[in-house]
C-alpha cells in the first residue's frame, strides 16, 4: 500500500502576546489555536496536532476538545495530538476520547503516543516518577490490545502489573472503520525506536535541536528491527519547530525573541546555558529550526525529508509568545507556498512510501 508524503502542523497552544504586548489568557490561546486550526484546513495542510501539557506556558492539556472544536469546522484535515502523554492517563479513556473524536470528525482522527518530556502530569495525577519506563510499557502495550481487539470486534482481554486486569471486556465506542491511526512518538532513544517496531507502530520523531541527519541512525535502527520482525515497514515522520514569513530576515527576527523566552524559561528548569544569538542562527542554518521565507523552509524540509527517508512532516510553528496573526500568516504560507514547493522539489523521489497505513 502507498500513501502520498504528508504534511502537518503542531502546536502546543503556547501563550502568545496580544496586541498590548500582553500575554493573552489560556482561554483565548484555545480559541486562536481553533482557528489556527481552521485555517489549516483551508489552505491545504494534511493534518494539524496538538500537544497535551500541564504547564503555564502551554494552553492545551485537552488536546481531544480542542481537536473535536476544530473538527466541527473543518471537512478533510486530520486531527490528532501531537503528544499524548500516555504514561500518566488511562489508556482506555484515551481510546474512548480518540474514537469519540473520530466519529466527530468523520474518520480524521489519530494519536501520537509519548513518555512526555515535561514531567508535570506525573504527580497531577498521582503517578510515581520512578515508573517512568514501566508505566509507559505496560500502557502502551495495553492501548496496542485495546487497538488490536477493536479491528477485530473483539472483546479485551488483559493483565499487567501496575493497573487492574480485563476480562472479555468491549470497550465503547469501537472506531468506526477501524483501525485508529496511532504513532509513537520518539525522542531519541533507541529502546523507545525499537519498541515502535515491536508493536508495528509509525514512528515521529521529535527533532527539536541539530541537524536533523544525525537521527539517520534511529532511522536505520528501525527499519533494522522490522526486518528482524519479519514485517513491512512503517512510515516515519518528523516533528521540528518553524515558522515561515515573507523573508528570511523576518522570520528570523519574528522567531527569535520567542524562541529564545521559551528555550530560557525551560532552560532555567533543566540546567541549560541562555541561548546566544549566534547558537540560534547556527540551528537555523544548520541544525532543526525550519525558519525563513517560503523557499529557504521548503528546501530544509526537502533535505530533511531525503536524509531519513520520511513519509510526513510536521511543522511545529508556535514557538513562545509569537503573537497569532503572525502564526496565522506563517500557517498561511506553509500551505499555500511550501507544501506545493517541496511536493514539486521531491517529485516521485519520496512522493509515496511503502507500508503505510
Same mark, same amino acid.
Given at each position: ?106 474518520? !480524521? +482522527?489519530?494519536?501520537? #503516543? &509519548? *513518555? ?9 495525577? =498521582? @503517578? ?95 527499519? !533494522? +528491527?522490522?526486518?528482524? #520482525? &519479519? *514485517? ?9 519547530? =518553524? @515558522? ?114
Amino acid at each position: 500500500m502507498t500513501q502520498p508524503f504528508e504534511f502537518g502542523l503542531d502546536t502546543f497552544g503556547d501563550i502568545t502576546l496580544g496586541g498590548d504586548g500582553r500575554p493573552l489568557t489560556h482561554a483565548q490561546v484555545i480559541r486562536n489555536v481553533v482557528e489556527e486550526g481552521t485555517l489549516a484546513d483551508a489552505v491545504g495542510v494534511d493534518a494539524f496536532g496538538v500537544g497535551e501539557h500541564h504547564r503555564p506556558d502551554f494552553s492545551i492539556s485537552a488536546p481531544e476538545i480542542v481537536l473535536a472544536a476544530i473538527a466541527g469546522q473543518t471537512k478533510r484535515i486530520r486531527l490528532g495530538s501531537a503528544v499524548t502523554v500516555l504514561s500518566s492517563d488511562d489508556p482506555i479513556r484515551v481510546f474512548q476520547r480518540f474514537s469519540t473524536l473520530n466519529a466527530a470528525s468523520n474518520g !480524521r +482522527a489519530e494519536v501520537t #503516543l &509519548g *513518555r512526555g518530556s515535561f514531567i508535570e502530569s506525573f504527580p497531577l495525577f =498521582g @503517578y510515581d516518577l520512578n515508573q517512568y519506563e514501566e508505566l509507559f510499557e505496560e500502557k502502551l502495550d495495553l492501548f496496542v490490545t485495546l487497538v488490536r481487539a477493536d479491528a477485530k470486534g473483539e472483546p479485551v482481554t488483559w493483565q499487567g502489573h501496575l493497573r487492574a486486569p480485563l476480562n472479555n471486556q468491549r470497550i465503547f465506542p469501537p472506531i468506526e472503520d477501524a483501525p485508529l491511526r496511532v504513532w509513537v512518538g520518539v525522542g531519541g532513544s533507541p529502546e523507545s525506536v525499537v519498541r515502535a517496531a515491536r508493536y508495528d507502530f509509525p514512528l515521529a520523531l521529535a527533532i527539536i535541536g541539530g541537524n536533523p541527519a544525525r537521527f539517520r541512525p534511529f532511522v536505520d535502527l528501525y527499519h !533494522r +528491527a522490522f526486518a528482524q #520482525l &519479519g *514485517r513491512p515497514g512503517q512510515p516515519i515522520a518528523v516533528h521540528s519547530p =518553524g @515558522y515561515i514569513a515573507d523573508t528570511d530576515d523576518e522570520a528570523r527576527e519574528d522567531y527569535w525573541a520567542g524562541y529564545k523566552a521559551m528555550h530560557d524559561r525551560i532552560g532555567a528548569e533543566r540546567g541549560w546555558p541562555p541561548m546566544e544569538r549566534a547558537s540560534f542562527e547556527q540551528e537555523v542554518t544548520n541544525g532543526a529550526l525550519h525558519v525563513g521565507a517560503p523557499e529557504t523552509v521548503a528546501r530544509k524540509i526537502v533535505s530533511t525529508a531525503k536524509a531519513l527517508g520520511l513519509a510526513r512532516f510536521d511543522l511545529k510553528y508556535s514557538a513562545g509568545t509569537i503573537p497569532h496573526d503572525k502564526l496565522m500568516r506563517c500557517i498561511e504560507l506553509y500551505g499555500t507556498k511550501v507544501v506545493p514547493m517541496v511536493r514539486e522539489m521531491l517529485g516521485s523521489s519520496l512522493g509515496t512510501v511503502e507500508g503505510a497505513r
